[in-house]
């Protein structure tokens, strides 16, 4: 009991005197969490809906059967609805239709339109039929009508009775908003039609994107799949639904693991801050901690004393963490949708909900951190020897001790090898691991950079004169190095953190634009409002388009999703004239690593393809690989004969020629038109020419220019929350740099209580404390510039490729950078005279008098 | 220059209203002068160093260091004057843990810009030869105020003042080093004021002075 309360007395009292560095330490433990919890939240959010959402659209089927292009043929379904052990077959086509008057907004002006059987979907999917007016019921089965749900009807501004008008190809259409839906998630904007209705009214006639099969009961599934695979042969794919979660949840996997890493760089950050104040209140109370030892304090009380005051800042920042997460998550998605500025989640409205078990662990993740940064301070404080501890004295010695070498090495060692490794279940695990170790083993260097740095600017400042500022600043840096290095342990991770970032985003973002101007070569870019992948010029408006005389040259596009296996996302298959004597005039062409084959070498009836990154990394395409390909009603053997960059899609994209398209499919529809001026024309007078086409004023006419603005608008928009997560990490980097130096400060007392006495002015010694800050945070930031440049290589050539599956080349955004290191240097010496005025302020002349 | 080193002019300093630690203590110094202060604890011995170091002013009167009032001198007057004028000798020793003894003692020569030249010389004066190199936490205590001593008479000062300066050394250090204190200020001719508990420190002094409430007298031996 007793000792409880000196436990008590020791702490409150501790923390009174320093409630300051308590409450920092506390808010950063807390913010540390709380970003690491509300990313969590959203995310989850996010993905639950939108995987619900993707569900709830499949109702309660077994299987679904699909063509592995896009549509298939409605032939198929009497087979399918005939085939021995199903129960029902549903036939649907699902197509994304454009709504006219939304194109402004390039991610977000298509409705889900489904077209349903209404008699055998309420078997198996009833949420989706329509709600019609009383005595309307054949409303369901109309041609012009169609059912929206509530969030659609919302974004659309219409209600029951209004029409609605969508643009299909060059044609735009208006149907009668007959009701709602008997049931649709919050935020679902789905809109549900009749099947022939939507066949014919959408142009797509005889088409079906899938039947959802419920089969009889007590079927053995896996013989049922087996026997269906057979019939169906190579062109169709049998999907389970956890196929299909499966899918919704790769889309976004390496997204939203990404961000969840980035989220923990605060925590992680705030794990320096907890271990330099700790250490430096330990050994600020030194001699206060022998005098208890002396007293009869035995070893391991002391130890648990340390521990204990981290373990209470670790619970109460980390509950406080849980709960700024959940309300930091709540107001986000209040205000910005759960999507975080990705394109992952489109169409949907996520709730948050409060997640138990993720709040317990990010909580134990907090307490944890806190623990390990209270660890090491709280055992030296306990091996200390009571005799010489209540000497007044040498705390860089104590300090020593924590500064391992080997450790370090090791550390940089092992990450050298972890990235060497490959991804993990598809995750760069090691890659982050690599990146972990890299910060720790820089970080535990400090001590031996610092030393030498600073021993090395004495030396050289030493010959050409040095003043007492000077000298006292650089004795200090070159003598008690471990000291300084604790005060820079947050700042260092936070910093090469951020510089890592900067060097990967910026990369990336040159990356994307000199690519953009390679995929974007033409003047205009026009398309029509297609429907689903069908193309929307047919031959008679491509010939319209290139005979006009204001265009020297015309490439047609031809774009359609591929489904290469049902646990992945479509690889999306564009059909385009590429350039025979050279393919690098047409496709961003990557030859770092990857063979090019010559088309000439290829042998007369061989269809080459070029496939982008990210088919090699996930389907193994490599370059000089026959493959065989679900293109048009049959497959067809392709060769791949070079690797392309393609940042827009990570999931995989194949090039062809456009005439092997036509020839082996017959499809001569196109979805975009590429158009070059003649010189002398402008691009108003060419819009002009387009717009009086007969089928003009349905165009959509993207100038090349405005494509790579908007397309670099969305990368920021992309990007905007990993620079506010860095932000939040540096922030809590600088509060740690403030935190260890005022606790620096006050164990300084004594020092500055003796200047003062020996004629050296308030002035100067702030100017020292300045000087000792800049020069501090300066030597950081030179070491955090090349830690970050390391970090930044393991970020774009391991984390990135691994990740999204293309690579980049490294890129420095030197001012932006030199901005912030201005900006952070002035900020610790700022800070560092700060504390040292309240330092010097007070009474700090009677402090020479104190015994301790 | 003046012949007194160091004149006390009727000061009186308080610690709150009514309450008055100093009053009206009038004191004269002359150079090369060398006195101890004994009295009570609480009686002002501290207050007193710290008005006559200008680290502290005066409620009323006047504190004059060579003719010169410290007392109504700005703050970076007064430690202008202190860094040139004064030596200090502290009883915890206040010598800095991250500096080498060499760069220790050289702190005072470096603040009034002067040659290093004799930090050396002056370790070997106090008995720590070929000790420069030393950090502060392989001494004993002994040890450390003679670096202390060492820094604080490195400049030359007119006054040298201590504050128990014995206070945390066994006797036969703490002989040792009374010795070189006055060995030291009488060789530097300077003039010093040490204060103390301990008649066997006071004693080393030309002059041993007895602070109470009515002023500072000599004290009867």
Redesign the interface.
């Known amino acids: 009991m007793n000792s409880m309360r000196l436990f008590r007395w020791l702490l409150i009292g501790e923390w009174r005197k320093h409630i300051g560095q308590a409450l920092v330490t506390l808010l950063a433990i807390a913010i540390g969490v709380a970003m690491g919890f509300s990313i969590h939240l959203l995310n989850s959010a996010a993905f639950n809906e939108f995987s619900a959402a993707s569900k709830s659209l499949s109702g309660q089927s077994d299987l679904l059967v699909r063509a592995k292009t896009t549509l298939m043929d409605e032939a198929i379904y009497p087979q399918l609805a005939a085939f021995e052990g199903v129960a029902v077959a549903n036939p649907v086509l699902e197509l994304d239709v454009a709504i006219p008057g939304k194109q402004h907004n390039r991610n977000d002006y298509k409705l889900k339109v489904i077209g349903i059987d209404m008699f055998r979907a309420a078997q198996i999917a009833p949420d989706l039929l329509g709600l019609p007016e009383e005595g309307k019921v054949m409303d369901r089965l109309a041609d012009d009508t169609i059912f929206l749900s509530p969030a659609a009807m919302t974004w659309l501004a219409v209600k029951e009775g209004d029409h609605l008008p969508l643009q299909a190809g060059l044609q735009q259409l208006t149907l009668r908003v007959a009701g709602g839906l008997v049931r649709a998630r919050s935020g679902q904007r789905i809109a549900v039609m009749d099947i022939g209705a939507a066949q014919w009214r959408l142009q797509h006639l005889g088409k079906l994107s899938r039947v959802e099969l419920k089969l009889k009961d007590g079927l053995n599934h896996e013989v049922f799949k087996s026997k269906l695979s057979k019939f169906l042969g190579e062109s169709y794919t049998i999907v389970e639904l956890e196929n299909q979660e499966t899918r919704v949840a790769n889309m976004s996997r390496a997204y939203r693991v990404n961000l969840n890493m980035l989220a923990l760089v605060a925590l992680f950050t705030g794990s320096f801050l907890v271990f330099s104040t700790q250490a430096l209140s330990v050994s600020r109370r030194r001699s206060q901690f022998a005098l208890l030892r002396v007293l009869g304090f035995a070893r391991h009380q002391l130890l648990w004393q340390v521990v204990i005051e981290g373990i209470v800042l670790g619970v109460l920042g980390s509950l406080l963490g849980v709960l700024l997460g959940y309300v930091i998550a709540i107001t986000v998605i209040e205000f910005f949708g759960g999507s975080l500025g990705s394109s992952f989640f489109p169409g949907i409205k996520p709730e948050i909900y409060y997640d138990a078990v993720a709040a317990w662990v990010f909580f134990a993740v907090g307490l944890t951190v806190t623990l390990l940064g209270s660890l090491v301070p709280a055992l030296e404080a306990a091996r200390a020897k009571p005799a010489l501890a209540l000497k007044s004295g040498n705390q860089n010695a104590i300090m020593k001790k924590l500064a391992i070498p080997w450790f370090a090495v090791a550390c940089l060692f092992l990450a050298g090898i972890l990235t060497q490794l490959p991804a993990l279940n598809g995750l760069p695990v090691f890659g982050y691991l690599a990146i972990a170790l890299l910060l720790i083993g820089g970080i535990a260097l400090m001590p031996y950079w610092t030393t030498w740095f600073f021993a090395f600017i004495s030396n050289v400042t030493k010959r050409s004169g040095i003043n007492v500022v000077e000298f006292l600043s650089l004795a200090r840096l070159t003598n008690a190095p471990n000291q300084a290095s604790i005060a820079l342990g947050g700042i260092l991770a936070s910093f090469s953190l951020m510089v890592a970032m900067a060097i990967m985003v910026t990369s990336f973002r040159v990356s994307v634009d000199q690519w953009l101007e390679r995929v974007l070569p033409a003047d205009l870019y026009v398309r029509t409002a297609a429907v689903g992948d069908q193309g929307g010029f047919d031959l008679t408006t491509q010939q319209a388009i290139a005979a006009l005389p204001v265009f020297s040259q015309a490439d047609f596009f031809r774009a359609q999703q591929v489904l290469f296996d049902s646990n992945r996302p479509e690889v999306m298959l564009f059909a385009r004239p590429i350039d025979r004597s050279d393919p690098r005039n047409t496709l961003p062409i990557n030859s770092d690593g990857h063979e090019v084959i010559s088309l000439d070498s290829l042998a007369e009836n061989t269809m080459p393809i070029w496939v982008s990154e990210a088919m090699v990394d996930l389907y193994d395409y490599q370059v000089g690989k026959h493959v065989v390909l679900p293109i048009g009603d049959e497959s067809h053997d392709f060769k791949v004969v070079g690797v392309w960059r393609d940042y827009g899609r990570q999931f995989g994209a194949v090039q062809m020629q456009l005439d092997d398209y036509q020839r082996i499919t017959g499809d001569t529809s196109v979805n975009t038109v590429a158009l070059w001026l003649q010189s002398a024309v402008s691009q108003e007078q060419a819009i002009e020419a387009l717009r009086q086409l007969p089928f003009g004023t349905e165009l959509e006419i993207s100038r090349s220019s405005d494509l790579r603005t908007i397309s670099l608008e969305i990368f920021d928009r992309s990007f905007a929350v990993t620079y506010l997560l860095e932000l939040v990490a540096v922030i809590i980097g600088l509060s740690g740099v403030a935190a260890s130096f005022s606790a620096q400060m006050l164990t300084r007392m004594k020092e500055f209580g003796m200047l003062r006495h020996i004629g050296m002015k308030k002035r100067e010694i702030l100017m020292m404390l300045a000087a000792e800050g800049g020069l501090l945070t300066g030597l950081g930031i030179l070491f955090g510039f090349l830690l970050g440049w390391g970090i930044s290589l393991i970020l774009i050539f391991i984390v990135n490729p691994q990740s999204f599956h293309w690579t980049m080349q490294i890129h420095f955004p030197l001012s932006w950078l030199l901005i912030m290191a201005t900006l952070m240097i002035a900020t610790a010496a700022g800070t560092a005279l700060l504390a040292g005025r309240r330092a010097i302020s007070g009474h700090v002349i009677q402090t020479v008098r104190e015994d301790w | 220059m003046s012949p007194n080193m160091l004149e006390l002019r009727n000061i009186s300093k308080g610690y709150a209203p009514g309450k008055r630690l100093l009053d009206h203590l009038t004191y004269t110094l002359k150079a090369g002068e060398y006195v101890a202060v004994m009295g009570e604890s609480g009686v002002g011995k ?1 207050t007193l160093l ?1 008005l006559i ?1 200008g ?2 002013t005066p409620d009323s009167g006047e504190v004059l260091i060579n003719g010169t009032a410290i007392s109504s001198m700005s ?2 007057a007064a ?2 004057l ?3 004028l ?3 000798i ?5 010598i ?5 003894l060499h ?1 220790n003692v050289a ?2 020569l ?4 002067q040659s290093l030249q004799r930090v050396e010389e002056m370790l070997d004066q106090v008995g720590l030869q070929g000790r420069g190199r030393d ?3 392989q001494l004993s205590g002994g040890e450390l105020q003679r670096v202390a001593i060492a ?1 604080a008479l490195i400049h030359r000062p007119k006054l040298i003042l201590a ?1 128990e300066p014995t206070g945390n050394l066994d006797p036969d250090t703490a002989q040792e080093i009374l010795e070189l204190i006055r060995t030291e200020i009488k060789s530097n001719g300077a003039s010093a004021i040490i204060v103390t508990h301990s008649h066997m420190a006071a004693a080393t002094a030309d002059r041993i002075l007895n602070l109470s409430k009515d002023g500072l007298h000599p004290m009867s031996t």
């Open positions: 501290s710290n170091a680290l502290d703050d970076d430690t202008q202190r860094r040139e004064f030596g200090f502290f009883q915890a020793f206040h800095l843990p991250h500096l080498t760069q702190l005072p470096l603040l009034n810009g950090f502060p936490h820094r504050d």
